[in-house]
């Protein structure tokens, strides 16, 4: 696929989601559907809220300079779930990439076409920034949650 001069968008979408304990049991039970929307920047869910901000919101932090229009996420950095750096880096790849465009099935970020991050279900307030550059009139849906504490992104075409 030929990388062309066409649009891009870069976004950075973060995910607060904030359970109260009762809920807890109910986390296997699947993330309803969440497509972004460049208008609303949000949506709710059966989780809990969830917030998608636009990335000139959250400044300037990994930036892709370059052209190859790829997402790059470190959640030892970007996600908060109450866990040491030491930890995170054992539970986490330090740095995941791929380009959201071809969806790279080599890398371990991806499986399906989706993204996958994992956020521990004990933790009843957590947030996730994922950066990333794809083309314009791609969408963004948060599509599930399986087993619980993992969360489902998905890229697709309008």
Same mark, same amino acid.
């Given at each position: 696929?030929?990388? =062309?001069?066409?649009?891009?968008?870069?976004?950075?979408?973060?995910?607060?989601?904030?359970?109260?304990?009762?809920?807890?049991?109910?986390?296997?039970?699947?993330?309803?559907?969440?497509?972004?929307?460049?208008?609303?920047? =949000?949506?709710?869910?059966?989780?809990?809220?969830?917030?998608?901000?636009?990335?000139?919101?959250?400044?300037?932090?990994?930036?892709?300079?370059?052209?190859?229009? $790829?997402?790059?996420?470190?959640?030892?950095?970007?996600?908060?779930?109450?866990?040491?750096?030491?930890?995170?880096?054992?539970?986490?790849?330090?740095?995941?990439?791929?380009?959201? =465009?071809?969806?790279?099935?080599?890398?371990?970020?991806?499986?399906?076409?989706?993204?996958?991050?994992?956020?521990?279900?004990?933790?009843?307030?957590?947030?996730? $920034?994922?950066?990333?550059?794809?083309?314009?009139?791609?969408?963004?849906?948060?599509?599930? $949650?399986?087993?619980?504490?993992?969360?489902?992104?998905?890229?697709?075409?309008?």
């Amino acid at each position: 696929m030929a990388m =062309g001069t066409s649009a891009r968008t870069t976004l950075t979408l973060t995910l607060t989601l904030t359970f109260a304990s009762f809920i807890a049991t109910a986390l296997g039970q699947g993330l309803t559907s969440c497509e972004y929307d460049a208008d609303s920047c =949000g949506c709710k869910t059966n989780k809990g809220l969830i917030s998608l901000k636009k990335y000139e919101d959250k400044g300037l932090t990994y930036v892709d300079t370059s052209s190859s229009a $790829e997402y790059t996420w470190n959640p030892c950095k970007d996600v908060s779930i109450g866990l040491t750096d030491a930890a995170c880096i054992q539970a986490f790849p330090p740095i995941l990439s791929y380009d959201c =465009g071809t969806h790279d099935s080599t890398t371990s970020s991806v499986k399906s076409g989706y993204a996958t991050f994992n956020l521990k279900a004990t933790v009843e307030s957590r947030q996730s $920034e994922i950066k990333c550059t794809c083309k314009s009139g791609e969408k963004f849906s948060f599509v599930k $949650e399986d087993p619980p504490g993992y969360y489902y992104l998905e890229w697709t075409l309008k």
